[in-house]
């Protein structure tokens, strides 16, 4: 594939679409949203508006981390403070597609119609890529950023037009052309995260102490295997609890599930066949997590599993 003429004609179809419009898109700090970012700014400068939706799911410091990123590339990225609408609208749901399809609605027809309705924009850029469709589309698992490929009309319902650059590729396609738009070499390589963030990664009911207690777990984790090379790593809490010993005294505590993987586009993987003593220094430090005793590893690949849990 031509990466760099594949970044021409997208620059060029965003530039011809949008017209004398305004365009609005959503970075999340993913390869994904990053590679979208930069090719809307280089194609329409001040006529797109981009948001970094903080909706109380993400990582440890990442909304003010990806906002200092983006500014030092020249990038202006506004951070909107949509934690507790999401928080809300997740209350007491606990079946996987009724809490994405919570974040979905919340997302499109809540937030984001809302700043679109402010910024008076016409068009929304997507980064969302081929794996995404295809799961989606059979059945597998419902991505949150597919709309037309599941008969919804985004300018009937939401009021604005989607335009999707990275619809052809794959994850491995994405980093190529994040490269040769000159994105720092560690977003270039960042490990997948999901639209959903951490609501993916906590099976059962999704609240503000089970937010903080994954979100603890998933800092260990990715600390401990920056270094392995692995496609993807995860933390993922259980909705079920195990007798445990703290303090010398009985607790009924939560479990940790630590996900590795190897994979190029996420289609298939394998798992990551990881040293004890690497497995043994991450369950210590996970089990020290407040009201967590048990930490598992997954040796699952997909099929038949899924990357994420939920």
Request: neutral net charge; hydrophobic residues 40%.
């Amino acid at each position: 594939m031509d990466y760099e003429k594949f970044i021409q004609e997208q620059i060029t179809h965003i530039k011809n679409t949008v017209g004398g419009e305004k365009a609005i898109n959503a970075l999340s700090g993913g390869v994904d949203s990053s590679v979208v970012t930069v090719l809307g700014h280089r194609a329409l400068g001040e006529q797109l508006r981009t948001v970094f939706v903080d909706n109380a799911l993400m990582r440890e410091g990442e909304p003010e981390h990806v906002v200092k990123i983006f500014a030092d590339l020249g990038i202006p990225v506004e951070l909107i403070d949509a934690r507790q609408e999401f928080i809300s609208a997740l209350a007491g749901l606990t079946d996987p597609e009724q809490k994405r399809q919570a974040i979905t609605d919340t997302f499109y027809a809540k937030v984001f119609s809302r700043l679109v309705r402010q910024s008076k924009a016409k068009f929304l850029l997507h980064g969302t890529i081929l794996t995404d469709i295809e799961e989606t589309v059979a059945g597998i698992k419902r991505q949150h950023n597919i709309l037309a490929q599941l008969g919804i009309d985004p300018q009937k319902t939401y009021g604005y037009k989607v335009i999707e650059p990275l619809k052809t590729l794959r994850k491995d396609d994405v980093r190529e052309v994040a490269r040769l738009a000159a994105l720092p070499e560690h977003l270039c390589k960042r490990i997948p995260f999901p639209g959903p963030a951490l609501a993916t990664r906590i099976v059962g009911e999704v609240t503000p102490e089970r937010i903080e207690t994954v979100r603890a777990a998933t800092s260990i984790v990715e600390e401990e295997l920056a270094d392995s090379g692995a496609f993807q790593y995860l933390a993922v809490l259980l909705n079920d609890c195990a007798t445990g010993i703290r303090d010398n005294k009985r607790e009924f505590g939560q479990i940790i599930v630590l996900r590795c993987i190897e994979s190029t586009d996420a289609r298939t993987a394998t798992v990551t066949p990881l040293s004890w003593d690497k497995l043994n220094r991450i369950s210590e430090k996970i089990t020290r997590i407040t009201g967590v005793n048990r930490c598992l590893y997954d040796l699952t690949p997909k099929p038949p599993a899924t990357v994420e849990y939920i």
